[in-house]
C-alpha cells in the first residue's frame, strides 16, 4: 500500500509539474535524532516495576511544496539494537508509529540479558533509528546511542510470555523461556484460526504485547509496535509453539501424537499411546511392568527419536529433548497410570499413580 502511495504521489507531481511549469518537491526524509533519558544504567530488581528508559525520536515529516500534501504513513521508523557499534548483528527491530518507547527495569532487563549481557557487568547496547521511504529508496540512520547497562540476575524466576486473548481479558496458556535468553516455548491447545497475542504479564495493561507483522513473502514475525496484527495458528489442536523474542520470530507444531517408550513394550514407538485430558491439561497413559525400568522411560512427541521427554535433574521433572538423551526414571512395579503434565512450560512434570 506504501509503495502503491509513493507512485500515485510520484505521477501527481510529474503531471503537475506538466501542467503548471512549475517542480513540486518532497522534503522531511531525513536522519532521524534520537534521544534517550539515560545513557548509564545499573538495573536492580527492587525497582522491577518502575520505568528506567525512555527513548525518544524526530524521525522528520513529510511535506510536498506548493501546498500538496502527503501520506504520512509513507514513511516506516524502525528501532534497531545490536551489540555492535556497526549493527553487523542486530539482535531486535521494532517498528514504531509514535515518537518514543519506555522501557520498566525488568523489561529491558530482561531484553539485555536476552541479547547476551551479563548479570553484575556493565554492557554496552546500541541503538539507531532506521528510517524508510519506500522499497526503492536507500534508508536513513539517525545518530548511535551507547548505552552502558549493568542487567541484574532474575533468580529463580521464570521468563514467561503469555498467550492472551485478543481482548487481553484471559490469559489461557504460557511459554517460558527456561534458559532467561529470549528463546520462549510451551505446548498450547486451541482452536484452528485461533487469534491471540503475548505478553510479558497476565494483565490487559502488560508493558509489552507482541502481535504479528508482515515480512517478506507470507513470513509473519512478531512485532511490538502500536499497529500489530493478531497472532494466529494456522493449525488447531494441540500445538508446540516456539518464539524468539531476539530474531522476533515464532513457529507453530502440531502435536499429532505422545508415545511412551521402555523396556516394558521393547521400546515400540506405537504400543503405548497417551491420551489427552483436556479438563485437566494433563496426558496419561497406563503402563505394566513386571520389574524396574533399568533405562527408564521417554515420552516421545509425535514418535520421534530426536523429540522428546527424558532425563532430569530434578525428581518428578522431565526434560524435552531434541538430540540424545536418557529416560527420565521409573520405578513402579505393576499397572500404574503415568501422567504428564505440560501446561507449565518452566517444568515438565510427571507422576505415576
Known amino acids: ?62 511535506s510536498v511544496s506548493n501546498g500538496y500534501s502527503v501520506e504520512e504513513s509513507l514513511l516506516q521508523t524502525t528501532v534497531q539494537y545490536a551489540l555492535d557499534a556497526d549493527f553487523s548483528n542486530i539482535k531486535k527491530e521494532v517498528t514504531v508509529t509514535s515518537s518514543a518507547i519506555s522501557y520498566t527495569t525488568a523489561v529491558l532487563n530482561n531484553l539485555v540479558i536476552g541479547f547476551g549481557l551479563t548479570a553484575g557487568e556493565s554492557g554496552n547496547l ?64 486451541v482452536d484452528q484460526w485461533y487469534n491471540f497475542l503475548l505478553t510479558n504479564e497476565e494483565s490487559n495493561s502488560a508493558s509489552v504485547i507482541y502481535g504479528s507483522y508482515p515480512a ?40 499429532n501424537s505422545l508415545s511412551v517408550v521402555g523396556d516394558f513394550n521393547s521400546w515400540s514407538t506405537t504400543a503405548t499411546p497417551m491420551t489427552y485430558d483436556a479438563v485437566n491439561k494433563v496426558w496419561t497413559a497406563t503402563i505394566t511392568t513386571t520389574s524396574a525400568e533399568q533405562w527408564g522411560i521417554k515420552v516421545l512427541v509425535n514418535q520421534s527419536w530426536s523429540w522428546f521427554f527424558g532425563t532430569s535433574d530434578e525428581a518428578g521433572v522431565c526434560t524435552l529433548y531434541t538430540a540424545d538423551a536418557n529416560g527420565f526414571p521409573y520405578t513402579k512395579v505393576g499397572t500404574y497410570t503415568l501422567k504428564l503434565d505440560l501446561s507449565d512450560p518452566q517444568k515438565f512434570k510427571y507422576s505415576v499413580e
Not at 519506500?134 to 498467550?163: F, Q, R
Open 216 to 255: 517478506d513473502g507470507n513470513q509473519y514475525v512478531l512485532s511490538a509496535a502500536g499497529d500489530h496484527w493478531n497472532l494466529w495458528t494456522s493449525n488447531g489442536g494441540y500445538l508446540y509453539i516456539a518464539a524468539n523474542t531476539n530474531t522476533l520470530t515464532w513457529s507453530e507444531t502440531v502435536v
Open 1 to 62: 500500500m506504501k509503495k502503491i502511495l509513493l507512485y500515485i504521489l510520484s505521477i501527481f507531481l510529474f503531471i503537475s509539474c506538466k501542467k503548471e511549469g512549475s517542480q513540486a518537491v518532497l522534503s522531511g526524509y531525513q536522519d532521524g535524532a534520537l534521544t534517550a533519558t539515560a545513557t548509564q544504567l545499573t538495573l536492580s530488581q527492587s525497582a522491577k516495576d518502575s520505568v528506567v528508559l525512555q527513548l525518544m525520536w524526530d524521525a522528520g515529516k513529510l
Open 126 to 189: 546500541y541503538v539507531r533509528l532506521k528510517t524508510t521511504l519506500a522499497a526503492n529508496t536507500s534508508s536513513k540512520y539517525s545518530n548511535v546511542l551507547t548505552l552502558k547497562i549493568t542487567p541484574y540476575e532474575a533468580g529463580s524466576d521464570a521468563a514467561y510470555l503469555y498467550m492472551a486473548s485478543t481482548d487481553l481479558t484471559s490469559f489461557p496458556w504460557k511459554l517460558c523461556a527456561r534458559n532467561k535468553d529470549g528463546k520462549y516455548d510451551g505446548f498450547v491447545k
